[in-house]
Nanobody, 124 residues
Framework: QVRLVESGGGLVQTGGSLNLTCVAS????????MTWFRQAPGKEREFVAA???????HYSQSTKGRFTISRDNTKQTVYLQMNGLKPEDTAVYYC??????????????????WGQGTQVTVSS
């Protein structure tokens, strides 16, 4: 049974930092590209960052230079270090995975499994 558990969200001020964690189980983690999405109230779920099983990385234009995605295969965990947070980063953040993916799939419809999400709120 595939399980993805996100944590690390919270309330921070503009310019602050958070480090999100997603622990995966129920599948062969090393076969998967892992991806972070986010969804703000009333908006579509949008791509944030992805890392392939070989370590290739892809960021959205809005997060490039501020966010860093990484993975630890020994812990079956993917991280999202978020620096320089802005109010527009406020959203629920979700992780997901794609078997044999290349970290270039940016549409939510391309993924089958999701965690419950973790709320990030950035105050101005």
């Amino acid at each position: 049974q595939v399980r993805l558990v996100e944590s690390g969200g919270g309330l921070v001020q503009t310019g602050g930092s958070l480090n999100l964690t997603c622990v995966a189980s129920g599948f062969t983690f090393t076969n998967y590209a892992m991806t972070w999405f986010r969804q703000a109230p009333g908006k579509e779920r949008e791509f944030v960052a992805a890392i392939s099983r070989l370590g290739l990385i892809h960021y959205s234009q809005s997060t490039k230079g501020r966010f860093t995605i990484s993975r630890d295969n020994t812990k079956q965990t993917v991280y999202l270090q978020m620096n320089g947070l802005k109010p527009e980063d406020t959203a629920v953040y979700y992780c997901t995975g794609d078997e044999w993916g290349s970290a270039t799939q940016t549409l939510p419809s391309q993924y089958d499994y999701w965690g419950q999400g973790t709320q990030v709120t950035v105050s101005s």
